[in-house]
Each structure stands twice: as C-alpha cells, then as structure tokens.
C-alpha cells in the first residue's frame, strides 16, 4: 500500500503538477488575433485558457501573477526553423541548452522542418514527457519530389539536409544545422544559397523519383512518427516535380498529416499550390509575383511563411556583415531582401495567411530580432503580433494555440513594453507560460 502511495504522488508530482491553475491580472492583454484589452485577466486551469476578459478575474486555489501593466500574449512561434543536431551525444549534452534558449526569447513551438529524425523525434518526445525543457516541438521528414541531382544549369537554391537524413530529396535554400562557430552547418564552405549562379532557370527536367518509392518513403516517415512531410519544389521545364508533390500529399492525407512545400521562385511557389500543399515554407524572393498571382495563391487557401531574414545582413558586434552560414554576406543576393517584403505584403493583401517562420541558425532572440526588420518593411506592428502567433499556427496548421482565447493551450509570453507602440519590445520577454507551467520567470 505505501509504495501504491509513493507512486501515485511521484506520478502526480512527474506529470500534473507543472502545470499549474494560474490567474493573470492586471494585465495589457493582445489576443493574437487583433484585439486587445487595456486591462485584464486570463484564467488558466489544466493547461489551458479558461478565460480573457478586462477587469479582474478569481479561480479558487489558482496562483495570482500581477503583471503590473506588462503586455500579455500567445507564446510565440518559429514556423520554419532547423534546430536540431545530430546524434545521441548532442541530444544529452546540447540539446537543452539550445531549447532553453527558444523558451528565453518567447517560443513555446517551434518546426522543425527537416532535420535528422533520428535525433528530432525522441528529443520531440523527451520534451512532451518533460525529461527536457523545451518549446513544443514539430518534427518534418524530408521527401524527394525529383532526383537527388540538379540538372545542370538547374535553380539550386543552397541545400543542408541533415547528415544521415531519412529517405528523401536534397533542399535548395534550407538553413544550416545548429552551429556556435562560424561556417554554419556546411563545415566552412558557405551555404549553396549565396550562390546567385544557382538561380539560373533550368532548361533540363530533372530525373523523376519512381511512384512506388514516394509512397515508400512517405509510408516509413509515418511510420517512424513524424508530424509532417517536407518537400523542395524546383520546377524544371516537362519535370516530374509537380507531379510527384501532387503524389505526396495524396499519399500524406492517408496518414492524415500535412505536406510544407519550401519554393523560393514564384513558378515554384505557384507549383506548390497547384499540388494542393498544406503549408509554404517560404516567402518567394526570386522573382516579382504580379497581384494576380498573389491572388491565386490567396484563393487557395494555402499559408505563408516568411523566412525573410535568410537574405537580410546579420550584423555581428564588430559590424560585420554575415549571411547565416556566418561567412561574409554575399551582395549579389540582396535584391532578394527586396523581393522577399514586397511579395509578402501583396500575398497577405490578397488574403493569404501569412505566418512567423525564420529558417536560420542565429540564436531564437537573434534570429526573431532579424526577421522584424524586414517585416517591419511593409507590415505593421499588430500585423507582426499575429504573424508571429495566431498565422504561425495556421501555417503548422495547429488549432490549438496562436490565440489567447478559451480552450487554447496556455501558452503564453510576458513582456515588459508594448510591441504595438514599439515592434522591438517583442525582443523583451519577462516571463514564459507553456501549457499552464512557468518555463521563464518567476
């Protein structure tokens, strides 16, 4: 009877009491879908959002956090991120470090979009259990929609799969793995992105992948537990690659999970949405999209994500100029620091949901620091508060969180300013709440 005891209070003490009953007063609350309350509370119980309203609010038993007028809102999320190392070593040794450093800067989600799931998924289930502090995270496994090789003179847009990567294609453009010294992920060579020569049109389709290998890879990945498919969509002239990213997601729809489509030209982009995808990995930045393009994109239905910070110059503390391998920023790319706002202003005025995503390895603070320069180009401050939570869910298509609203998770950010009158006071987070349990601040 007493070990009955002592394991039912280890198990309560292990997995009920993190999260806590909490009532939030006194607050200056943005819901993450436009609103905001001057003064208010937010209940939470279970985990979860109980209620948002102005005025005071009580729950017996809750614990009281007066934030004596900061600003209240979503947890924030990282769309499109490459997080993970890779191995058992990195996991033990590096892994909580790096996830406590996206809880610091505001991030209770964060994707994973592609990475080695080897290491992604149990490092994705330690956290859930809560052997490791860390954001919710989403787990993608890569699938090739054409050969492994780029016909030449074909449009590589700079590729870092994950070694030891799952069965799938190569990337053009994805980030570089985790990296604290300079060379990125790509062992000091520079990330193929900073290539412009790559950009090239191709004027050869590639190879195609045979059906039964696609249905293939997409069963394993299921099967191995992913949440998602990651594709690369380089359209080259009579190719295979729409073809097969139409293949993928049909096949995607009998495990019941969504298809993020990374296509940085508009032909691309326009052939992800022929193909019915359920995300954009990226906003377009090769290329002027026209509005009726936008358009088409917007009719379909299909969200954004933005990943505009990969072209703009990271600036280190001796006013270095760096691209996100962390060698010397490559000018020849920065029209793309043109293209990439401008596109994005018209797909979201034409109504796409366009959400908060930032594909770089620079810290979580810095990397969130860098993408609101150029979102600031041709978005507003409350605009950027929903891109960064309530359209960051829909582009994960996660209804569960992004907004603070009853039945929500409680995932939930403290900031000392007001991000409307000031974009950057994003960058300063008081205090972290995910899933009902204080995770930063006290």
Not at 11 to 36: E, H, P, S
Not at 131 to 139: N, T
Not at 250 to 277: I, W
Not at 294 to 306: E, V, Y
């Amino acid at each position: 009877m007493k070990r009955l005891l002592v394991f039912i209070c280890l198990t309560f003490w292990a997995t009920g009491a993190a999260a806590q009953n909490l009532v939030i007063t006194n607050a200056r609350i943005l819901d993450g879908k436009g609103g905001a309350i001057e003064r208010g509370s937010v209940v939470v119980r279970d985990g979860k959002i109980v209620s948002v309203a102005a005025g005071t609010a009580t729950a017996q038993g809750a614990r009281v956090i007066d934030v004596k007028g900061m600003t209240v809102m979503p947890g924030f999320i990282d769309s499109h991120r490459h997080p993970i190392g890779q191995g058992a070593e990195w996991l033990k040794t590096e892994a909580p470090a790096r996830m406590q450093e996206f809880l610091d800067a505001g991030f209770t989600t964060v994707l994973s979009a592609g990475d080695d799931i080897n290491t992604a998924i149990p490092l994705r289930d330690q956290i859930a259990k809560g052997a490791i502090k860390g954001p919710r995270l989403i787990v993608l496994g890569r699938v090739p929609t054409a050969g492994a090789a780029a016909p030449p003179g074909g449009r590589g847009r700079g590729d870092a799969p994950p070694a030891a990567a799952p069965p799938a294609g190569r990337g053009r453009g994805d980030a570089p793995a985790p990296a604290r010294g300079g060379g990125g992920g790509f062992g000091g060579r520079g990330d193929p992105a900073r290539n412009v020569a790559l950009r090239t049109p191709s004027t050869t389709a590639a190879t195609a992948v045979p059906p039964e290998q696609t249905r293939a890879t997409v069963e394993t990945l299921a099967k191995a537990g992913v949440d998602g498919f990651k594709t690369v969509l380089q359209v080259t002239p009579g190719g295979p690659e729409v073809a097969t990213q139409t293949l993928i997601v049909q096949e995607a729809k009998k495990f019941n999970l969504p298809v993020m489509t990374h296509a940085v030209s508009v032909a691309d982009t326009l052939g992800a949405v022929q193909a019915g995808v359920q995300s954009l990995a990226h906003t377009p930045h090769i290329d002027q999209l026209t509005m009726a393009q936008a358009q088409t994109i917007a009719k379909s239905g299909i969200p954004m994500m933005s990943t505009l910070g990969v072209f703009v110059p990271y600036f280190d503390a001796a006013n270095t100029a760096l691209f996100r391998d962390r060698l010397p920023f490559p000018w020849e790319t920065l029209p793309s620091a043109g293209n990439g706002p401008v596109n994005a202003r018209l797909v979201a005025e034409a109504g796409t949901t366009y959400g908060y995503g930032t594909d770089t390895s620079w810290l979580p603070k810095e990397s969130l620091a860098l993408e609101l320069r150029p979102l600031s180009l041709t978005f507003s401050p409350k605009d950027i508060v929903s891109i960064l939570t309530r359209n960051a869910a829909v582009a994960i298509v996660k209804t569960d969180r992004g907004t603070l609203e009853a039945g929500k998770l409680a995932d939930i950010v403290v900031l000392t300013g007001d991000p409307l009158a000031n974009v950057s006071n994003l960058l300063n987070v008081a205090m972290v709440i995910k899933g009902g349990e204080v995770v930063v601040g006290k």
